[in-house]
């Protein structure tokens, strides 16, 4: 019953690396998000996806890319890290928009 | 496109006191949903409010959607030190969940 996970928990990379985060869920979801968490931001949409083999910006796409593998999966991809990419991710899912959704743990990523 | 606000940012409150965090949309939101988050933790969903006019309670907890469906507000009666955390809402936007600011509450014994 492991709901939605994310790995890797921590990163930290130097400036101009590439990393993907992963994410996974195994309760049948069609939505799957990402979030970055920035102290008084709150939690802003990166990208979203409404089923397998779709993907729609968020609030902030800038410097990111997402593949939705398949309906479990759903990764996010720095390709060359910034220093204002340091935040704290979280993946969730959804059967849709109007229900809710379920969290991952969260990766914690730093960019030096 | 669609925001969402929130406030108060920050609630500092002892512990006994009412607590009250309001969220107001650009626009008519389809439905509001609330979630807590623990510190260190992830959000964890609470509630979803659809209709106009929508009262909810769980215990302490009251949860009101606005008439014209474009506010919300979550009020605590008698907090708590297990209601320390930061309590968001979001709402939906064409299939995708825009979050509020987040109001962190913290409560002193």
């Known amino acids: 019953n492991a709901g939605v996970t994310q790995t890797p928990k921590f990163q930290v990379l130097k400036t101009g690396q590439s990393m993907t985060l992963q994410c996974a869920q195994d309760?049948?979801?069609?939505?799957m998000y990402w979030y970055r968490q920035d102290p008084g931001m709150g939690l802003r949409l990166i990208y979203y996806s409404a089923s397998e083999g779709t993907t729609d910006k968020g609030e902030v796409p800038n410097g990111y890319n997402v593949s939705r593998l398949n309906k479990r999966e759903f990764s996010l991809r720095l390709e060359s890290a910034a220093p204002s990419q340091t935040s704290v991710y979280f993946c969730?899912?959804?059967?849709?928009?109007?229900?809710?959704?379920?969290f991952g743990q969260g990766t914690r990523l730093t960019v030096v | 496109g669609q925001q969402v606000m929130q406030i108060p940012q920050y609630q500092h409150v002892q512990e006994g006191e009412d607590f009250t965090t309001y969220c107001n949309s650009s626009?008519?939101?389809?439905?509001i949903q609330w979630y807590k988050q623990r510190p260190g933790g992830h959000p964890v969903f609470l509630i979803q409010l659809v209709k106009s006019g929508e009262v909810k309670k769980q215990k302490r907890l009251t949860f009101q959607f606005g008439e014209a469906k474009k506010n919300s507000s979550l009020h605590i009666t008698a907090t708590q030190t297990t209601d320390v955390g930061t309590y968001f809402c979001a709402g939906d936007q064409g299939g995708k969940l825009i979050f509020g600011q987040g109001t962190e509450l913290s409560v002193k014994p």
């Open positions: 969730a899912s959804g059967i849709g928009g109007y229900t809710e959704a379920f």
């Open positions: 626009t008519t939101l389809s439905n």
């Open positions: 309760m049948n979801h069609n939505s």
